[in-house]
């Protein structure tokens, strides 16, 4: 394969493999990390493949790779479907949920305050990371490194 074949498959099949991938994980950061290695894979083995087939040996590999992620770091917790994370629970009703939520606030509290501002400020005032980032003053980077690290101990809690 030249590399003008892989930068035309990149530029033509790279955003709905993205999408595709993004369904499965439901994070934007490992999303991307896997549409890398998607195409790392389709590189090492495209010369075997038949140039119509490229598009659904793309699709099957990323879809094997968030797949495979998913059996071995678990489904992630984003902020935007936390009040869904526990309809999913079963038998969980609002006084549930409201327990729930409250063991999960403690146990930020205790891991770190910070992170309890952002998660409040996010999942309660439905604020963007832009506002969250002005309202704490601190840049939007240093903001989306403090909410990954809250992502992981959400993770860890669920």
Known sequence: MTDAEFDEAYASFAPAIYRSIYRVVNNGAIAEDLLQDTFVRFLEKADASKPETHRAFLFRIGHNLAVDYLKKHGRVLNF????????????????????????????????????????????????????ISSELKIPKRTLMRQVDGLKRLLQELI
């Open 80 to 131: 935007e479907n936390f009040h869904e994370e526990a309809d999913r629970r079963d038998g969980f009703r609002d006084t549930d949920f409201k327990v729930w939520r409250e063991q999960i606030i403690r146990k930020i509290q205790q891991e770190n305050p910070h992170y309890l501002r952002i998660f409040l400020l996010r999942v309660d005032f439905d604020l963007t990371y832009d506002q």
